[in-house]
């Protein structure tokens, strides 16, 4: 380590600036969020400097640097277009013991101003040790977007409530237990998602006496999208990670459920036509007794819970239970397969409108209202139709849908085992018994399935991503 790391107490402390450009501004900033008490010593102001100066939010002298302004000063940085004027305030800040930054020249700083990820007031400091600024920004950047806003607000919750709990568990074990429930469990997504009397009430209820005892977890619907690890979202990788017992179904892939928490317990629960691992009351009496018994739960579903995913039964009984629950969602079949694939879902010159249907109903029959489906200018996609897809074909044209209309059927799509078929009604089925795909497919039926050839930009790659499977889980 090059560099210590620390974070300085500059409230109503005196800092000088020298120097009246953009990246002076950027410097007195960071020093007025931090309650410094700024002088700028410079003859001629920027913009941004010149509205702080005239808001008064700091004290401007209109003149060249003198050796004079380094007294008494706290921190000084040097930020002129002048190379020799830099190193001569550098030069006298060191004399007086006074930490110095100047600006594009590390060899005379005594201190170094991070890339600053501000979620007041939590502040997360990034630094290359005087080597890369630009490498510190990008990593700034992807912190940037890792890190939600409201854990600047859990941790002013977490201010407020401090005294509270150091009287409340007088045993240090039992106030870690408590921080670690509120800082990863209910509290903190509550917070998260915005909902702040929720989350008071509940840490309010963490603090009563019997709640050690009662301990209630939390279940996390997850969408895990159509395969492709990229394509989770930043909340659900949060809750995939603290989770501590994993509910997944066959349709997730396994790179990412090798994203969950390594030490986490895994249930499948995966359904399969005509053979089912667990039937789904079953599953819902599950993810109610894991979550009473003190239990983060991930439901980890393939694609959207909520689009033909049974999530809202699940959550149902969830609900009448009194069990809290979160609904992440995820990038559905249909929309990742189709983009992956090449195929716009709706084109203003094919498809004005988009209808996701699924190819097997509850009691095993595909009765669907095909006059509707038959409509011109849509397309229609079926979730689970390979099985069927004689029944659908023949409906579709019984129906008026012309038999040169295309279709696609996508195996596997977004995922290293992604293949496409085209052709059109009258094709596709002698298509698929010469060459018969693997599950999970989807279909895709409409003029909008010309635009593939055209627009076809996925290749999948030869291997698999790591701790993939030559399968689906």
């Not at 210590?4 to 450009?21: E, S, T």
């Not at 892939?253 to 629960?269: G, Q, S």
């Not at 009765?367 to 229609?380: C, F, G, I, R, S």
């Amino acid at each position: 380590m090059d560099l210590l790391p620390i974070f300085l107490d500059m409230q109503g402390r005196p800092c000088l600036v020298v120097g009246g450009g953009a990246t002076a501004a950027r410097k007195v900033s960071n020093l007025l969020r931090a309650g410094a008490a700024v002088t700028l010593v410079s003859p001629e102001l920027c913009d941004a400097l010149a509205r702080k100066v005239e808001s008064g939010a700091l004290r401007h002298e209109a003149r060249c640097f003198a050796p004079e302004d380094i007294a008494g000063q706290r921190l000084v940085i040097a930020a002129t277009d002048d190379r020799a004027v830099n190193r001569q305030i550098a030069q006298l800040a060191n004399e007086a013991g006074i930490p110095v930054n100047v600006v594009d020249d590390p060899d005379a700083c005594t201190f170094v101003l991070p890339s600053i990820v501000d979620r007041s007031p939590v502040t997360i400091a990034v630094s290359s040790g005087k080597t890369s600024p630009v490498l510190a920004r990008m990593l700034r950047t992807r912190l940037e977007a890792l890190i939600p806003a409201g854990y600047g607000r859990l941790a002013e919750l977490s201010g407020l409530y401090r005294e509270r709990v150091k009287a409340r568990f007088s045993e240090q074990r039992d106030r870690r237990r408590f921080w670690d429930r509120v800082l990863q469990g209910a509290v903190a997504e509550r917070i998260l998602a915005g909902q702040f009397e929720e989350a008071e009430a509940v840490i309010e209820s963490e603090l009563a006496p019997d709640a050690l005892e009662r301990d209630m977890g939390e279940v996390y619907l997850v969408g895990a999208g159509p395969g492709d690890p990229d394509l989770i979202s930043f909340r659900a990788l949060r809750l995939m990670q603290q989770a501590d017992v994993v509910v997944y179904d066959r349709l997730v892939a396994a790179p990412i459920l090798n994203m969950t928490r390594r030490d986490a317990r895994r249930i499948y629960v995966g359904k399969e036509r005509n053979h089912h691992a667990m039937r789904q009351e079953e599953i819902n009496r599950l993810l109610a007794d894991l979550a009473k018994d003190g239990h983060r739960v991930l439901r980890l579903k393939g694609g959207d819970p909520f689009i033909f995913g049974r999530g809202g039964e699940e959550i149902d009984t969830l609900a009448a239970e009194g069990v809290p629950f979160q609904v992440i969602p995820g990038i559905t079949a249909a929309s990742g397969c189709a983009a992956y694939a090449g195929i716009p879902l709706t084109h203003r010159d094919y498809a004005q409108s988009v209808t996701f249907v699924t190819g097997h109903l509850k009691d095993g029959t595909i009765d669907l209202n095909w006059p509707a489906l038959a409509q011109p200018h849509q397309t229609v996609v079926f979730y689970m139709g390979l099985v069927g897809l004689p029944v659908i074909v023949e409906r579709l044209m019984a129906h008026g849908v012309p038999p040169e209309m295309p279709i696609a059927l996508v195996q596997q799509g977004t995922t290293h085992l992604q293949r496409v078929y085209t052709g059109t009604l009258a094709t596709i089925c002698e298509l698929v018994e010469a060459d018969p795909p693997s599950p999970p497919t989807l279909l895709i039926v409409g003029e909008v399935v010309k635009l593939r050839d055209k627009l076809n930009w996925y290749s999948p790659p030869d291997e698999p991503l790591q701790g993939a499977t030559t399968s689906i889980v």
